[in-house]
């Protein structure tokens, strides 16, 4: 099928974008970046904007940068843009290997860290590195620029609190410290389909003994969440397949699982306590 007929905006500045956002958003103005989930929707009319706002002509959104002790990602960088770390350190590694579990090759030269965000896909890995190690989302207006964190910014499946007229410019994640650990699984029916449970974990050791845990799952409730109660079964323990099997059991009897075509809850929940494991598993390996 085609798409039903559209205005098509192409600003230079992101200026520019925020202006013409601000005039066609009531009107049911999308921003285009990557495309990979609003072009599909687009294609079969289950998404009909009046207006497109292509950001993809903006330089200044084409950003990676290191300011006050965070990587920042402006609005234009590609998920491939994290094929090889980006930065020195844990924080690279990670996005480098959490990159390669995103769909497949030709989506990822094309779909973007920050699009990804705004969609607020469940199973999207980016939403959870967002979610998990604390990003701030900046989203600029006609009315100002103002910062949310991941917290906040995420409401619900598909759903977030950046406003109609806003758009997302960058998010910013922290640098980790160099002696951080850190583990990512995933299930998947298929290599490449939606994640139906992940889980991502950092943490380091001092005298042997866990502190600074963070576990992330993600694909199983209507958005990525730390869990705190499988942080606090690993608090002040040494990492061991105990340790690990009791963070998973935490993280299972805390989560809400969704139910869909892909798995019904009693299966997700089960699914989010291997994950959190195999997660740990990794960052110990």
């Known amino acids: 099928m085609k798409p039903a007929a559209f205005t098509y905006h192409a600003p230079k500045t992101v200026e520019d974008a ?43 959104l084409d950003k990676l940068a290191v300011a006050d002790g965070r990587l920042v990602i402006g609005a234009g960088t590609r998920h491939a843009a994290f094929q090889r770390p980006v930065v020195e350190g ?5 996005l480098s290997f959490v990159m390669r579990h995103i769909a497949h090759y030709p989506i990822r030269t094309r779909g973007t860290f920050c699009g990804s965000l705004a969609h607020a896909d469940p199973a999207s890995e ?7 190690l604390g990003a701030t989302i900046t989203a600029r207006s006609v009315s100002g620029t103002r910062q949310l964190a991941a917290d906040d910014f995420f409401d619900w499946a598909m759903t977030t609190n950046l406003a109609e007229n806003e758009l997302l410019t960058e998010a910013s994640l922290p640098l ?18 939606y994640a139906i449970a992940m889980s991502l974990v950092t943490y380091r050791l001092e005298d042997g003994l866990i502190v600074e845990p963070r576990v992330g799952v993600g694909g199983a409730e209507g958005r990525p969440r730390r869990i705190s109660e499988a942080e606090a079964a690993l608090s002040g323990r040494a990492p061991s397949a105990e340790a690990f099997a009791a963070a998973g059991e935490a993280a299972s009897a805390t989560v809400d699982p969704m139910e869909d075509l892909q798995a ?6 089960d699914l989010v306590r291997t994950v959190t494991r195999r997660a740990l598993e990794r960052a110990a390996a």
């Open 18 to 60: 925020v202006a013409i956002l601000g005039e066609v958003a009531p009107s049911d103005g999308r921003v285009l970046a990557g495309g990979q989930s609003l072009v599909p929707t687009m294609a079969f009319r289950m998404a009909r904007p009046a207006h497109l706002v292509d950001i993809n002509g903006i330089a200044a």
């Open 90 to 94: 844990p924080l690279g590694s990670l």
């Open 126 to 132: 980016w939403c959870l590195v967002a979610a998990t």
């Open 176 to 193: 980790l410290p160099p002696d951080t650990h850190f583990g990512f699984y995933e299930f998947s029916r298929r290599a490449g389909d």
């Open 264 to 269: 019904n809850a009693k299966f997700r929940r």
